[in-house]
């Protein structure tokens, strides 16, 4: 009996032969250009805009001309109910080797600043969440375009092929930032690019589906539909959307026998689940540090990028989907986010660092723009994406590093601004990858994370 041998015919016999083909052709080519020194990210995204002015980047004029009207002129702010300068309510102090001021607002983070480049001099183009938002995450300010953690997993492959690529981590009532899950969007991309949702506050489905069937008749029933999918690509003239949903029902098959062990943090030490605040009394806390400790626990089995979700304290207007969004009660709003989030991260930081793991894992901590030097009513501030601060630790960045600077109230960058397009240039750099080469067509376009801009930002590299 003859059989028909075809290249379409093999690459379906072949185990993720799609993918396999894929990633040959893209190691061949110059997307990856330098030698990689991050393998893995963890985004911890501070959704609403954290106050420059409040945590990273003091400003002593402010003290002296509280009060008083603005001495510069004003564009116009997201409400345009602006009202004199405000000092910070917070107390600033130097850290480390390197002397690096942080407020009283993050003491914790304030013991790890010589792992820390803080960049001061971040902008964005836009001063409304949603778009803000997609902007920083996709480098454009709507939807439809990936975001870098589906652009990172298209461009470096999987790691593990139990785990998804591209992970977020969310807990109870916390929510996707405004933009909703686009900001976690593929986008043009496979679909087995997009981003997978972790709720740690609810039931694991995962395991209550593993319980349900034993291991061999879920395997038998796995390669009884590999082979109808098999079938069925065979008979297609464009495979690639099949072979990403494929690739995605594959993927849930087998987290259902890896989540339930990710979950299990019953070999975590008492001296680790303290270091990271596990056992807090604030539940909004604890809930964050359990996304920390999931977040190192996802790298550590070869996720490639993992994004945190920060829980809504509810002050000052600051919702779920935009907890540090303080337009009111600044002081409350800050202390109640900051005492959620300090801890854990500084924990992330210290346990990664301690298992030798924080050379090769990058953490980006940043939100969508900061806040006004100016209040808005009696004690808030306006959203201000003239300029702010976000950081990087790990992975081939230079700790104890500032970069840029904005003028002495904090208004505006005045030296070296930089720009959403030189954050994601130079986070793809770290994972060696060129950000121009980067590329997908689509459209009659080659497009990509940094759009037509973007400079790597070397002064912050060890």
Not at 5 to 10: K, L, T
Not at 376 to 394: E, T
Not at 421 to 445: E, Q
């Amino acid at each position: 009996m003859s059989v028909e041998f075809s290249r379409r015919n093999f690459l379906c016999q072949a185990s993720m032969g799609f993918g396999l083909t894929a990633f040959s052709g893209l190691m061949a080519s110059p997307i990856i250009a330098f030698p990689p020194r991050a393998k893995r990210v963890i985004f911890c995204y501070m959704s609403g805009g954290v106050s420059h002015v409040d945590s990273f980047d003091p400003k002593p004029k402010l003290n002296a001309l509280h009060g008083r009207p603005m001495p510069v002129d004003l564009i116009r702010t997201q409400f345009n109910q602006n009202g004199p300068v405000m000092a910070s309510p917070f107390t600033f102090k130097r850290y480390g080797e390197s002397g690096m001021p942080v407020s009283s607002l993050f003491p914790e983070l304030a013991q790890c600043v010589d792992k820390i480049a803080i960049i001061r001099s971040m902008t964005s183009s836009v001063s409304e969440h949603a778009q803000a938002n997609l902007f920083m995450h996709s480098g454009f300010p709507f939807m439809g375009h990936p975001s870098a953690g589906a652009w990172i997993s298209y461009g470096l492959g999987a790691e593990t092929s139990y785990l998804p690529g591209y992970v977020v981590l969310q807990s109870g009532h916390a929510s996707p930032p405004h933009g909703g899950v686009a900001v976690y969007s593929n986008g043009y991309l496979p679909g087995n690019h997009q981003a997978s949702i972790l709720n740690l506050g609810q039931d694991d489905t995962f395991s209550n589906t593993r319980s349900a069937m034993d291991s061999s008749r879920q395997l038998r029933q796995s390669d009884f539909i590999r082979k109808l999918d098999q079938r069925f690509v065979a008979g297609q003239q464009n495979t690639s959307g099949v072979e990403a949903a494929i690739q995605n029902y594959e993927k849930a098959l087998r987290m259902q026998i890896a989540i339930p062990e990710l979950y299990d943090l019953s070999g975590e030490s008492k001296c680790t689940r303290r270091l990271y605040g596990l056992d807090a009394s604030d539940p909004e806390k604890a809930a964050y540090a359990h996304q920390c400790l999931l977040a190192r626990r996802l790298v550590e089995r070869g996720v490639r990028f993992v994004e945190l979700s920060c829980l809504s304290k509810n002050i000052g207007a600051g919702g779920a989907a935009n907890p540090w969004d303080q337009h009111g009660k600044l002081k409350q709003g800050h202390e109640a986010m900051a005492h959620q989030v300090d801890q854990p991260i500084a924990g992330l930081l210290r346990d990664l660092e301690a298992r030798g793991m924080l050379e090769e894992t990058l953490v980006i901590w940043a939100g969508e723009f900061g806040r006004t030097p100016f209040s808005q009513g009696k004690d808030g501030r306006d959203h201000n994406p003239l300029g702010f601060s976000i950081w990087l630790a790990g992975g081939g960045v230079k700790g104890g590093t500032i970069y840029g600077s904005t003028d002495e109230l904090g208004y505006r960058a005045v030296d070296n601004p930089c720009t959403v397009y030189d954050l994601w240039a130079t986070v793809l750099h770290l994972l060696g990858l060129d950000h121009k080469a980067l590329t997908y067509r689509f459209g009659g376009r080659d497009l990509r994370l940094t759009d037509v801009y973007g400079d790597v930002l070397h002064p912050i590299l060890a």
